[in-house]
């Protein structure tokens, strides 16, 4: 998957997450989950953006655990609505969605970790 690919893939998940968010029940639960949500989810393509441009390999490495850390965060967000009830949407698809890029940027970050350590010796 190229760069450009991985963009838009992180971009239509988080207009994703903003669709499903409309959706969520309108009370201060219900609001203040899909507000964590759509910060968390937009924070996953921004800070993708950011790992394109990376200076360096320790730069690349430090952005791509940020991308991780809010995909991760988005899966719990989803994973509360869910349970708490705070929406009919089925969120399978979403849900699937934050898992494949939470195993993609964890490969990722894996293989530039052991590409720094061969680097060094």
């Known amino acids: 998957m190229t ?3 991985l963009q838009n893939r992180t971009k239509k998940f988080n207009i ?3 669709n499903i968010c409309d959706k969520v ?14 910060r968390s989810a937009g924070s996953v393509g921004a800070n993708y953006r950011a ?5 360096s390999q320790d730069d690349f490495i430090y952005k791509l655990q940020i991308v991780l850390e809010e995909t991760d965060e988005s899966l719990y967000w989803l994973e509360i609505i869910e349970e708490a009830k ?3 949407e089925n969120l399978e698809k979403v849900k699937t ?6 195993s993609i940027f964890s490969s990722a970050d894996k293989t530039a970790k052991a590409n720094r350590l061969n680097k060094n010796k």
């Not at 029940?25 to 759509?38: S, W």
């Not at 790992?51 to 200076?55: E, G, I, L």
């Open 3 to 5: 760069r450009t690919e």
């Open 16 to 18: 994703d997450i903003i």
């Open 25 to 38: 029940i309108k009370t201060t639960a219900g609001y203040e989950v899909a507000r964590q949500l759509i």
């Open 51 to 55: 790992v394109c441009r990376a200076k």
């Open 86 to 88: 705070l929406s009919d």
């Open 97 to 102: 969605e934050a898992n494949e890029l939470i």
